[in-house]
T-cell receptor, first 116, second 110 residues
């Protein structure tokens, strides 16, 4: 597609519910990143894929967070048993590839999660 | 862990005044990137700096990468209301591909 597409744009969940957030990267982009952005803060790194391989998941806050990219294109970030502290905007970004630290990122509009 | 520090956190300027935000790392960076996030929007890439002492300009925006590749700055000349937003620097930190600073939120008073 023309840009990075994320859905849903807004999600309200009750504490304890599971949620799944989808990211459709720019066609052909090898690298895909997930970030969490709390209100008034900078994006915090969660995880990174190169094609279908999850190369770094050091930023995932707990084992309730899980990300996958099974066919090297669309990615899903799943949060199990949501907690109030999970409320944030979840940003997906993609890049053409190359050394991870030099990737220039194109972000999606984000999925705003509110946990009640 | 390694961090990319940004100052100031907030800056309020009158339209037409200049604005500068600074980014510092405790370790040498292979590159540094700058992003802008408008209120309610998502981060948008502005520029990438790679070389020691590099200076790049985009119209009224001037980006610098320090000689030691540990710091960077973004300077906006004669701010306009369209410059409003949060400016983030980002760089690789350890094994983490791209770590973002907390950003500098710029407000421009017309």
């Amino acid at each position: 597609g023309a840009g990075v597409s994320q859905s849903p744009r807004y999600k309200v969940a009750k504490r304890g519910q599971d949620v799944a957030l989808r990211c459709d990267p720019i066609s052909g982009h090898v690298s895909l990143f997930w970030y969490q952005q709390a209100l008034g803060q900078g994006p915090e790194f969660l995880t990174y894929f190169q094609n279908e391989a999850q190369l770094d998941k050091s930023g995932l806050p707990s084992d309730r967070f899980f990300a996958e990219r099974p066919e090297g294109s669309v990615s899903t970030l799943k949060i199990q048993r949501t907690q109030q502290e999970d409320s944030a905007v979840y940003l997906c970004a993609s890049s053409p590839g190359g050394p991870a630290g030099a990737n220039v990122l194109t972000f999606g509009a984000g999925s705003r999660l509110t946990v009640l | 862990g390694q961090q990319v520090m940004q100052i100031p956190q907030y800056q309020h300027v009158q339209e037409g005044e200049d604005f500068t935000t600074y980014c510092n790392s405790s370790t040498t960076l292979s590159n540094i990137q700058w992003y802008k996030q408008r209120p309610g929007g998502h981060p948008v890439f502005l520029i990438q700096l790679v070389k020691s002492g590099e200076v790049k300009k985009q119209k009224r925006l001037t980006f610098q990468f320090g000689e030691a590749k540990k710091n960077s700055s973004l300077h906006i000349t004669a701010t306009q209301t369209t410059d409003v937003g949060t400016y983030f620097c980002a760089g690789p930190a350890g094994n983490t591909p791209l770590v973002f600073g907390k950003g500098t939120r710029l407000s421009v008073i017309a």
